[in-house]
């Protein structure tokens, strides 16, 4: 085998591994069901664990929010999402819900439209009066493509001057064979 074969051979070898890892790293999954953002709330008189399902969370993706009392106690409540500075949005609202996970967790969902700073605002009622919690978050649009395709589309040129060189050593081969043939 010629030393350009060679070439181009290890080449596309590389060329394909690379495409492979980039193939899988093109997600993230959560395996373990780990909430993606946990932060420890004083909502007035309640100590909660106010979890997220993003991080950060996408634009007209549902975002779960769950709310669990480190106080066996029954609550009852709702999330209030308020626009921060820079982010043209109107305050969204949504409930909270008893989870069937536990008689006392809390699970809402809401879609924030918008990408920026939100403030989510946990209000909670229960035995102990009303207690209220903030929580700043920032919003992030989706990405236009896949992170994978975008990379094999960065990519892509390589392939054709991955092509041009072997037609080059092709075309210099058969020029050399006919100088040979020519000389007497």
């Not at 899988?24 to 420890?40: C, H, I, T, Y």
């Not at 991080?55 to 921060?84: F, K, M, N, W």
């Not at 589309?153 to 092709?170: A, F, K, M, N």
Request: hydrophobic share 45%; proline share 9%.
């Amino acid at each position: 085998m010629h030393t350009l074969q060679k070439f181009i051979a290890s080449g596309i070898v590389f060329l394909v591994a690379l495409v492979m890892v980039l193939l899988g790293m093109s997600g993230v999954a959560r395996a373990d069901n780990k909430p993606a953002r946990s932060e420890v709330l004083a909502v007035g008189p309640y100590v909660t664990e106010v979890d997220l399902s993003q991080d950060p969370p996408q634009v007209e993706q549902p975002l779960e929010v769950t709310v669990v009392p480190h106080d066996a106690i029954h609550l009852s409540g709702r999330i209030t999402a308020l626009p921060g500075l820079g982010t043209d949005a109107a305050p969204l609202h949504a409930a909270l819900t008893p989870d069937a996970k536990g008689p006392t967790r809390l699970v809402g969902g809401i879609r924030l439209p918008v990408r920026g700073s939100w403030h989510l605002i946990v209000d909670l009622d229960g035995p102990r009066g009303h207690g209220t919690a903030n929580l700043d978050v920032t919003v992030a649009a989706p990405n236009a493509i896949p992170l994978w395709l975008g990379w094999l589309i960065g990519l892509s040129p390589l392939v054709g001057c991955t092509w041009l060189v072997w037609q080059q050593g092709r075309y210099r081969r058969s020029l050399l064979m006919r100088e040979r043939v020519s000389i007497p």
